[in-house]
């Protein structure tokens, strides 16, 4: 696959002091209001425990996209019991559209498979097109589809793909 490269972005495991910088960009990401699960406001605080506590985990991963400095995406891999690992990744605005999705999901296929995984899942809303033209580049297909599943804040009923790829 053609990755445009970037050569200013690096992708590599999140540490302690990343954690405020990923925070921002996860507020930020969801104050937009269409992309991600998590709505604005975000519970900072509560957000940033659960990926502290996450650093830990022999079961996860928290990837960051750092660039120079400045980290302008992240991707989290949550591993079963049962061998699927679920990711979740976000791209800060200025920065899509570069390679940086590309790179940090290279990355994440690199590390389930080295950790044993058969298999990546993820959900995504239908009209997310960038981030589904993403995930079929590298091999994602629709598996299934939740109609009316997620309640949002304003009580709209939101559909969502369910999205999968065999690593074995
Ligand atoms: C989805 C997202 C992670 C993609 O990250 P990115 O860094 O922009 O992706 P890349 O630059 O690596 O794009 C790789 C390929 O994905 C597809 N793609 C990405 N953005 C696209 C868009 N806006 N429209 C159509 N295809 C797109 C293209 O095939 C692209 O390759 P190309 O640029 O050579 O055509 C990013 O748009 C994002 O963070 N969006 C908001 C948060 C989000 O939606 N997260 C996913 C929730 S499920």
Redesign the pocket.
């Known amino acids: 696959m053609a990755v ?1 490269s970037v050569p200013e972005v690096v992708v590599r495991p999140a540490r302690e002091d990343d954690l405020d910088a990923i925070v921002d960009l996860f507020a930020t ?1 969801a104050a ?1 209001g269409r ?2 699960g998590t709505e604005a406001p975000v519970d900072r605080e509560r957000r940033r425990q659960a990926m502290a506590d996450a650093l830990g985990e022999e079961r996860t991963a928290l990837l960051v996209a750092d660039a120079q400095g400045q980290i302008v ?1 992240e991707l989290s891999l949550r591993l079963a019991g049962y061998g699927v690992a679920d990711l ?4 800060a605005a200025g ?8 790179a940090l999901l290279a990355e994440a296929v690199r590390r389930a498979r080295a950790a044993g995984a058969h298999k990546l899942t ?3 809303w239908p009209h ?4 589904i ?2 995930y079929e ?1 590298f091999g994602f297909q629709r598996e299934g589809y939740l109609r009316r599943h997620y309640r949002r804040r304003s009580g709209e009923l939101w559909d969502a793909v369910v999205m999968g790829l065999p690593l074995d």
């Open positions: 445009r990401v937009e992309w991600i995406g979740g990744m976000l791209v920065w899509r559209r570069r390679g940086v999705g590309t993820l959900q995504v997310n097109t960038a981030a033209a993403l580049r």
